[in-house]
């Protein structure tokens, strides 16, 4: 019987997608706050809540004009 591949999404702590965009990590939390990016909050330990933001998913939710494909190259499962 075989088995199917595991997919797993890459998930971005907050402070490692405001480094990737190059903007605040209050920003990141902004835009959770306003729903503008997908994230799982973690199980909360104590009174700070914890995000992950999956890559993809940031990625496809910003909007603008700029091909982010012409940087990162041709996708390999074309």
Do not use: C, F
């Amino acid at each position: 019987m075989a088995t199917k591949p595991q997919l797993r999404a890459q998930l971005l702590s907050a402070s490692e997608a405001a480094e990737l965009l190059n903007v605040s990590v209050r920003t990141i939390h902004t835009w959770i706050e306003k729903d503008a990016i997908p994230y799982v909050e973690l199980p909360r330990t104590g009174p700070k809540r914890s995000y992950r933001i999956p890559l993809q998913g940031l990625l496809m939710s910003l909007s603008g004009s700029y091909d982010l494909s012409e940087d990162i190259g041709p996708d390999p499962g074309a």
